[in-house]
């Protein structure tokens, strides 16, 4: 049973530059939840996705956008990288959102971003 | 508070317990939860605990809820060097906020021989 995956495992991007990321979700599971985790800190919520909407935005602004395909993975794209993106950036994959209150969430091994 | 607050830094022994604590945020966050993560890696998903119970054992890991004071811990019996990694623990808020957890700032734990 595969876990969550996400590529690339590490990116090196230029300021002004525009980034994608991806992760496939657990076997089993429909929503997809994307996180930033800067150095030394703890991971911070970017949004949420399931059935192919975003359901749930945390802090942060436009630049960052996502996507999710009928298969359930997703795409994190952010567009006019800053030197403040830089961050290893975490996929979360639960199900059963339909039943609201979904309580396992996995997580992948996350792509770093580096922006220089 | 707005924040999840975590001591920075926690050093054991090998084979003595460690308890890592935890004040979280919002008294009626329905889960609370404890994640492992080792150098370069994601977050493993360690245990979790529904609000509605005090305490929840799982192995070498025993969690302890106090509501009252929004206080969380982490007990790890008979600590092994493999358990050396950073404790998050998260919390989630109240039903229908979706699937967002807020995470504390970590804390480091160094076991020695």
């Known amino acids: 049973d595969a876990g969550v995956t996400q590529s690339p495992t590490h990116l090196i991007k230029t300021r002004g530059q525009q980034v994608t990321l991806r992760c496939s979700p657990k076997?089993?599971?429909?929503?997809v939840s994307w996180y930033q985790q800067a150095l030394g800190q703890g991971p911070q919520f970017i949004f949420q996705?399931?059935?192919?909407?975003?359901?749930q935005r945390g802090n942060f602004p436009d630049r960052f956008s996502g996507h999710q395909f009928p298969n359930y993975s997703s795409e994190l794209n952010v567009n006019a990288l800053l030197l403040g993106d830089s961050a290893l950036y975490l996929c979360a994959s639960s199900s059963k959102w339909r039943a609201g209150d979904s309580y396992e969430q996995y997580f992948g091994p996350g792509t770093r971003l580096t922006v220089t | 508070g707005e924040d999840v607050e975590q001591s920075l830094f926690l050093s054991v022994r090998e084979g003595d317990s460690s308890v890592i604590n935890c004040t979280y945020t919002?008294?009626?966050?329905?889960?609370l939860y404890w994640y492992k993560q080792e150098p370069g890696a994601g977050l493993q998903l360690l245990t979790y605990i529904f609000s509605n119970m005090d305490m929840k054992q799982d192995q070498r890991l025993t969690v302890l809820l106090n509501k009252k004071d929004k206080h969380l811990s982490l007990r790890i019996a008979d600590t092994q060097t493999g358990d050396s990694a950073i404790y998050f623990c998260?919390?989630?808020?109240?039903?229908?906020?979706?699937?967002?957890?807020?995470f504390g700032t970590g804390t480091q734990l160094k076991v020695e021989l």
């Open positions: 998260a919390e989630k808020r109240p039903p229908g906020g979706g699937n967002k957890l807020t």
């Open positions: 996705y399931y059935e192919e909407e975003e359901r």
């Open positions: 919002d008294s009626s966050s329905t889960y």
């Open positions: 076997s089993g599971h429909d929503t």
